[in-house]
């Protein structure tokens, strides 16, 4: 072999070489088949768990008739009342732990409206209290909004000292009849 074709030979070689580093091929990975079959068993457990939370839901809801209000009202016990202080209508950071629970419950339920009444206890004029029992209410709706519900999914309502929740003229009563109580509208 003459140095010439050597050196072609060593070209063509080396070229042929580049060539086929240039362009590997592409290793195709195959999930084993128990990995797809946990993620299938985890997506049917986090279904089912979802299901039993919206059946526990539906469970706790009682439909109610109330006055003023149009269309059918539903009472939930998962949806838990707010408690204020004597004449105030800020949100305590024990019950803004309630209202982020009841923020949490509403976002897995995006199509469920809700309506806060504020409440108060008997001592004031009725309108004074109507215009507390507004504040209340709205403080909570804003609370919640803040959390990330949206507004249009919650009205509000001042009932005042109208509906107490206790009729005792004491302390321990007039404790209980502060409160922002939440209903569901529309579901």
């Not at 997506?43 to 209000?69: D, N, Q, R």
């Not at 949806?79 to 204020?84: E, H, M, N, V």
Request: hydrophobic letters at 35%; a positive charge.
């Amino acid at each position: 072999m003459s140095k010439k074709s050597f050196v072609i030979f060593t070209i063509l070689f080396l070229c042929f070489g580049l060539m086929m580093s240039g362009c590997p091929k592409k290793t195709v990975m195959k999930e084993e088949p128990s990995v797809k079959k946990e993620e299938a068993v985890k997506k049917e457990e986090a279904a089912k768990k979802e299901e039993g939370a919206k059946k526990e839901f539906e469970k706790s809801l009682v439909a109610t008739k109330t006055p003023g209000i149009e269309g059918e009202v539903f009472e939930s016990s998962l949806l838990k009342d707010i408690r204020f202080d004597f004449d105030k209508y800020d949100i305590r950071p024990g019950e803004a732990a309630i209202l982020k629970d009841n923020a949490a419950l509403l976002k897995k339920y995006p199509n469920v409206k809700i309506q806060i009444e504020g409440h108060c206890d008997e001592r004031g004029t009725v309108e004074y209290n109507l215009a507390l029992g507004e504040r209340r209410a709205n403080s909570s709706k804003n609370y919640l909004v803040s959390l990330g519900i949206s507004a249009d999914r919650i009205s509000t309502i001042s009932y005042g000292k109208e509906k107490p929740l206790d009729p005792g003229h004491n302390e321990e009563a007039w404790a209980k009849n502060r409160r922002a109580h939440t209903i569901i509208t529309a579901k």
